[in-house]
Each structure stands twice: as structure tokens, then as C-alpha cells.
């Protein structure tokens, strides 16, 4: 067996039975609709997201954050029929929106139906949960499961980071004393505004949120109770003057021309392929039978430590590097974000380099075949670990994990390091694991001189799912030591040596970074 692949045997013997449903959304697709603002036209820049058609086909609920004073509104039908729309009413302390089709505007298509009722009836924590939504870059729509997660209280003000409190107090809206739909799991950008059922089918409530924290974002569901509110509002088919830029806020919603290259305004009919006439994007996701990741934003670890809950250790690794002279292009520090849509698991993978799922032996690996020093895989399994003990599962991954990383780099026994290792529980269900080892010194052939092999495990678990990423690295002191010397200033690139140590942490830090959706 392949010694990764025994790390998966591991984690699944850990757990119990692997449970599964599924969701047939064809019952409601022909109720969903894109909505498209234009934000900026000379700069051809838009708001996409989701909608749905409520109670007469002429009517689309979606998002209020997605508005702006003044900009055009489009409404896509069917995934075929462009229309012009305006804002009618709007609810602002539950971010919703209610739109109008134009009345001089071609009638909606035949086929459209509107959804007319929604369900108040409390949802149980762990609870299979679907949205119907288009992902920003993706050509259709698509369903999404995910879970009812817990928090207590259950309101905004409880569930969002202090830095994205104190930005929605200052723009009023939504009401941080709001009560919410926590959802385990996170929607993907251009999902604000989707509306999501229970498992009987019922409209339970409408997908909010894309506020940044850290890779990931901070979702959660509008209870579909407010539509009655937001329907008996006053009138009103204009925005406040003043109305908030939630750009910064908001930022995964925009999208340009390069992606949404939409007719403006045509109102023309059908379109065969919305690739061919609109130019969207096709984005594919990474996927093993449990997981699958899409693309939803690129980043840089300055971006991602302003909204990190830890920048203490996403800067650590860099601290350490710059003490031996290295100056830093902190810009060019980037990273791809992938986001779990089925059990909420967040990755950084390092810019531009190759993500893929190895099918034979079950494992995420980031190719470095072409780099030497670094190596990064991901594994995980779903199943019942409600019951599971998380400090005997870092024991069990300890016992497997370093013997085989000792054997892939031959060299001696690892040890932990204290200082950059901690676990910790999230809540009571969620609890993370961030471990650094290192080898004993070996003989470098490569660069001379005495190295060690840095191993770093981030072990997420849930009550459905365990999730491990294993990131190592070689560490050469005769590098160390040339840049203590010499420097190396990855600033101006005068230095051969930036790609090696930028490589170092890039890897250390997307270890670091897999974590939950939040």
C-alpha cells in the first residue's frame, strides 16, 4: 500500500460510517435567476449574484449588498433571457433586495416559476442543507450542499470577526442583532442572494455574506421569514444617496468584463451558449468522492493576515527568514484560495502552482516535481467523529505521518517544536491541530554543508470529517548562512536564492492556512 494512502486508511479508521445524500434541483432551477449591476461601466465592471423569482415572475428577490445608487440592473432568466430590472423595495437590516422587470421589457420566458411559500420550521445542527446558485465563473447554475452549523447566540454580531463588526456597524447594514442561519460550510462568490431548501425541499432561507476573514469567507443564510418584512415595506425604487461601497466588504462579488462579458442592456433573446455570447469563465472544481474545491479568490498573506484571526504565525516563518538578511516581496507572497463547498474546508494553495486529486491513491497533492525542497499534499475522509477523541487522533497521526516523511527525504527522527505547536477547539465541534517537526541534521548533497527537513501538519476535525494538510521543506544552513553574509533582496530580485526561500514559506504558510470555513 502506499504510505500516504495508509495515512488515509488511518483517518477513516478513526471514523465511523462515510454518509452521503443527495438533492435534485431541478425542481427549483427554473425559479433562479443572475443578476447582474453594473458598478462601474467605462471600467466595465459589474456585481454578480444569485436571485430567485418570488411569487409573480415579474419579481427577484436577491442580496441588497450587491445594489449600488444609480447602476443599471439586469436579471438573467432561465440562463437564456436578459432583462432590465429595478429596485422596488428593500429590507436593510436583513440585506435584501426586491426587484422589478421594467415594464417595457420583452414578458418574462414561459417556464419560469416562481417560488411562493418558505418554511419558519427550526433546522437541527448537522442538518444536509442545499442552495441553488452560479458560482461567479461558472456558465450555469448549480446546487450546493451543505450543513446547519451551531453557534450560540445565533445572530450576526456572534458569528463575524471583530474587524467585520466594527466595518458593519459603521455602514448600518445588516443588523448585527440579526438572526441568522449558521452554515457549516461556505457559498461560493456569486451565491449572495441563492435561495436554500431543507431537505423536503422548502425555501428555508437566502445565502448571505462573502465578508473576508483570513483565506476564507464568512457566509450564512438570511431566514426566509424576512421576505414577509421585506414585502411589506415601504416603496422605494431608488438607494439612499450615501448608500455604502461594500466592495471592501463584499470583495469576491465583483467580477470584470474578462469574466462577464455581458451585452449590456440588449434585452435579446436566447442565447445558445452563455460561454460563446457572455464570456464567462468555466471554473472546474478538484474533487475527490467527498471534497470539491473551487476557485474563488487569489490572495496575498499580507491580504490574508489583515483578517486573520493568527498573523502572529503566518508572519513567524517570515520573521525568521528576514533575520538571516532576506528582504521579502511581501506582494509577490500569493495564494490561490480553494474553497470546500461540501464540508467547508479551506485551502491556500501557493499562486500558480498545479492543484490536483491523485485518483490512485487518494490524496490532494500540489505538484512540485519540478522543486525539490518542498512538498505539499492534503488528505481527508468524511464520517461520524462525534465521538472521537482529537488528542488520541493527533497521537495516531504522529505515530504514522513523520516515519514516512523520514523515509520520502531520508533522513533521521523528527521532534516536535514546542513554540509553533498548538491545538485548539474552535467550539465543540470544530478543533484544529498546528504541529511543526523537525529532523535531525543530515548531509546536504544539493547545497553543502549540514540541512534539516521541516515537517508542518495542520489536522482539522469535525463532527463529519477529519481533514489533514502535510507540508515539508528543506532548510539548507549553508543558504542560511550565504544569506546572512551575502543578503538576498527578493525585493529587486537580485538574487537567484529568492525562489528558494519564497518557496520555503509559501509552503509553510498553505499549511497553516487550511482551516475551516467559518
Not at 431608488?238 to 470583495?251: E, H, K, R, W
Amino acid at each position: 500500500m502506499n504510505k500516504r494512502n495508509f495515512i488515509l486508511s488511518l483517518l477513516i479508521a478513526i471514523s465511523g460510517t462515510i454518509f452521503s445524500q443527495s438533492f435534485d434541483p431541478s425542481v427549483i432551477k427554473n425559479s433562479l435567476v443572475r443578476v447582474k449591476v453594473t458598478v462601474d461601466a467605462n471600467a466595465k465592471k459589474y456585481n454578480v449574484c444569485t436571485g430567485f423569482v418570488w411569487k409573480n415572475p415579474n419579481q427577484v428577490v436577491t442580496s441588497l449588498h450587491a445594489m449600488r445608487p444609480g447602476a443599471p440592473i439586469q436579471v438573467l432568466y432561465l440562463n437564456e433571457a436578459w432583462r432590465k430590472a429595478k429596485i422596488v423595495k428593500f429590507l436593510l437590516k436583513a440585506d435584501l433586495v426586491l426587484l422589478e422587470i421594467l415594464p417595457d421589457e420583452k414578458p418574462v420566458p414561459a417556464g419560469v416559476v416562481p417560488i411562493t411559500s418558505f418554511s419558519t420550521q427550526p433546522i437541527k445542527f448537522g442538518t444536509e442543507i442545499f442552495a441553488m446558485g452560479y458560482n461567479n465563473g461558472a456558465s450555469g447554475s448549480s446546487s450546493r450542499t451543505l450543513k446547519k452549523g451551531y453557534v450560540d447566540p445565533e445572530n450576526l454580531g456572534n458569528l463575524v470577526p471583530n474587524t467585520d463588526k466594527a466595518a458593519l456597524e459603521k455602514i448600518g447594514f445588516p443588523a448585527l442583532d440579526l438572526p441568522i442561519l449558521y452554515l457549516e460550510g461556505s457559498l461560493l462568490p456569486g451565491y449572495s442572494g441563492s435561495p436554500v431548501f431543507d431537505p423536503q425541499g422548502r425555501l428555508i432561507g437566502i445565502g448571505d455574506g462573502g465578508l473576508e476573514k483570513g483565506a476564507s469567507n464568512v457566509s450564512w443564510l438570511i431566514p426566509a421569514k424576512y421576505l414577509t418584512e421585506l414585502e411589506n415595506a415601504p416603496v422605494s425604487s431608488t438607494l439612499p444617496s450615501n448608500f455604502p461601497d461594500m466592495s471592501l466588504l463584499f470583495s469576491a462579488e465583483m467580477v470584470e468584463e474578462s469574466s462577464l462579458q455581458a451585452q449590456a442592456g440588449s434585452g435579446e433573446e436566447v442565447v445558445s451558449s452563455m460561454e460563446e455570447e457572455y464570456g464567462f469563465a468555466e471554473y472546474e472544481p478538484v474533487s475527490s468522492s467527498n471534497f470539491e474545491f473551487w476557485p474563488t479568490k487569489n490572495r496575498s498573506l499580507d491580504e490574508m493576515a489583515e483578517t486573520s484571526d493568527d498573523p502572529a504565525t503566518l508572519y513567524s516563518i517570515t520573521d525568521y527568514i528576514e533575520s538571516f538578511n532576506v528582504k521579502l516581496d511581501y506582494d509577490y507572497l500569493r495564494f490561490d484560495i480553494f474553497e470546500d463547498i461540501n464540508y467547508g474546508v479551506i485551502l491556500a494553495v501557493p499562486e500558480a502552482e498545479y492543484f490536483y486529486y491523485d485518483e490512485e491513491n487518494g490524496y490532494f497533492q500540489v505538484d512540485y516535481s519540478e522543486n525539490l525542497n518542498v512538498d505539499l499534499f492534503y488528505m481527508g475522509v468524511t464520517g461520524d467523529y462525534s465521538q472521537t477523541d482529537f488528542q488520541q487522533m493527533i497521537g495516531q497521526v504522529l505515530e504514522i505521518v513523520p516515519p514516512i516523511i523520514q523515509n520520502q527525504w531520508a533522513v533521521e527522527g523528527f521532534t516536535i517544536n514546542e513554540e509553533f505547536s498548538t491545538w485548539r477547539e474552535i467550539d465543540q465541534y470544530r478543533k484544529i491541530a498546528n504541529i511543526l517537526m523537525v529532523s535531525e541534521d543530515f548531509e546536504d548533497g544539493e547545497f553543502g554543508g549540514l540541512s534539516k527537513v521541516y515537517l508542518y501538519l495542520t489536522i482539522l476535525m469535525s463532527h463529519d470529517k477529519s481533514f489533514m494538510s502535510v507540508a515539508s521543506f528543506c532548510m539548507s544552513d549553508e543558504q542560511l548562512s550565504n544569506a546572512a553574509t551575502n543578503g538576498v533582496d527578493c525585493l529587486n530580485y537580485t538574487s537567484d536564492d529568492c525562489d528558494y526561500f519564497e518557496s520555503l514559506i509559501k509552503v509553510f504558510c498553505a499549511a497553516h492556512l487550511t482551516t475551516f470555513a467559518y
